[in-house]
């Protein structure tokens, strides 16, 4: 379970593209920072099952396949979740979102063998170069192969950034977002309007025709092709669990909007921000949980109960910003900002695409707490922290955004570096980066230790106050 915005390259403040999304499920899903190397001269199948993967899904291996990076779950290596190739193609998937029960009972997904968000990663970066693509692609595998889960999912590049959303088992449907707009979405089916003819647009060979057939739209009666409402779900689950997530982020760009939390079902597919947005706009919805209203499930003590479902929960395993800069060289200008675990209690990590190396401790960690995996430095603060979130979190997150600030400063003067190095020494400036890129991921390594301490220091002496047992003159 997931929530994705999407910012078109003319609605930004630096006219960058950015792609976000959190990623949900449990918080003992270490993810680790991979860097795949480009392959010649392979052949073979790629196996979902050899992985341990979710299903048996099977998709013949690129004989050329290029260099990419994931985001993977530490056991099976697989659901990348977010990466780039060496083309500049960055992929961010998948945002479950669920057909309708009356769609999938007669094209219901292909569980067995569908491609899964498990997968996706893995089929299409090494082989495609551009967010076009990479749509066409895995829009032609949902339709012949099948999809083994409802999911979106967005692919940016140089010049586009694209969403594709599954209708069914074999329907789906994709769109360029505007460049002027924004798209949010919280595991739902968000998009509506289709035009086959559309340079902008992408889908299914009887996307329309399908369900016009099987009784989802009746043109007459229903008026133009609404996607959304043909295939997708739209129940009770919808108006607490996704409905106030998209409602906050469409709140937060456009203030003066006016629609109710729980009127999903007509809430815009894009919108022009009152504001552009920054960096630190998305970041800032990654972190997004209803703070300082009553629907805040933390500030008040924790509340599991909450009907609202925020952006930023304690079970995100990594929640991430893509940001993409065509002005500049790509091992630069195309960025992943990784926030490991709960993003409102961690800290967003600049990984370069120049990068050649992850560090040894984005390649360890399991599902049981260690000390020197990446992941668990910032998991194991995190819970710490939620044991008392009033009085801890603001410590946390005062720390991080004093790093990231500072981090910011510190990558404008070395991106300027590495322009002023790059037509002289190419070598000397792809090393100037990677030396950069290590310490500020070990740095923030390293301040997330420091917290834990500062934090158990404490709560050691609260824990103290409360059963000190003194006798009578207060003293041993």
Known sequence: ???????????????????????????????????????????????????????????????????????????????????????????????????????????????????????????????????????KLLGEIIETIGAGEGFGVAFVDLTDVWYLETGSGHQWIAQRIPAECYFASGNQGRLQAYDPNSKDMMGSATLTTWAQEHGFWDPEKDGPFNFSKAYTRDDGRDRVYNDPRVWVMQKYFNPSIVQAPDDGRNFPVYLEPEKKATLEDIKAMMREHFEGTEHDPYGNGLRGDEPWRPISVFRTYEAHVMQVRPWLPKAIGEVIYLA???????????????LEEAPASYGIGTDKADSKSAYWKFRRLQTLAMT?????????????????????????????????????????????????????????????????????????????????????????
């Not at 800290?347 to 370069?352: A, E, G, L, N, R």
């Not at 009085?391 to 997150?397: N, R």
């Not at 500072?406 to 090393?431: F, H, I, P, V, W």
């Not at 500062?454 to 009578?472: C, G, M, P, Q, W």
């Open 388 to 476: 008392d979130y009033p009085k801890l979190a603001p410590i946390v997150k005062q720390a991080f955004k004093t790093f990231e600030a500072e981090t910011a400063k510190k990558q404008a003067l070395m991106e300027e570096a590495y322009l002023g190095m790059l037509g002289k020494d190419e070598n000397a400036a792809k090393a100037l980066l990677n030396m950069f890129n290590h310490k500020v991921i070990e740095a923030a390594e390293a301040l997330a230790e420091s917290l834990m301490n500062e934090l158990f220091t404490i709560r050691t002496a609260d824990i103290e106050e409360s059963v000190v047992f003194k006798n009578n003159k207060a003293k041993d």
């Open 340 to 354: 490991m675990g709960m993003a409102d209690l961690s800290v967003f990590v600049p990984f370069y695409a120049g």
């Open 1 to 135: 379970m997931c929530t994705t915005i999407i910012v078109g390259e003319k609605a930004t403040a630096d006219g960058s593209f950015l792609v976000a999304r959190s990623a949900d499920s449990s918080s003992l899903k270490a993810q680790h920072f991979v860097v795949h190397p480009a392959v010649t001269g392979q052949s073979g199948i790629y196996s979902t099952k050899a992985h341990g993967g979710a299903n048996d899904f099977t998709y013949p291996l690129p004989e050329t396949g290029m260099r990419y990076t994931t985001v993977p779950n530490w056991k099976t290596q697989l659901h990348g979740a977010v990466g780039f190739n060496e083309a500049g193609l960055g992929i961010t998937g998948t945002e479950s979102i669920f057909a309708s029960d009356a769609v999938l009972a007669i094209d219901p997904y292909n569980k067995e063998k569908g491609i899964t968000e498990d997968d996706i990663p893995e089929v299409i970066l090494p082989r495609c170069r551009t967010a076009r693509e990479g749509v």
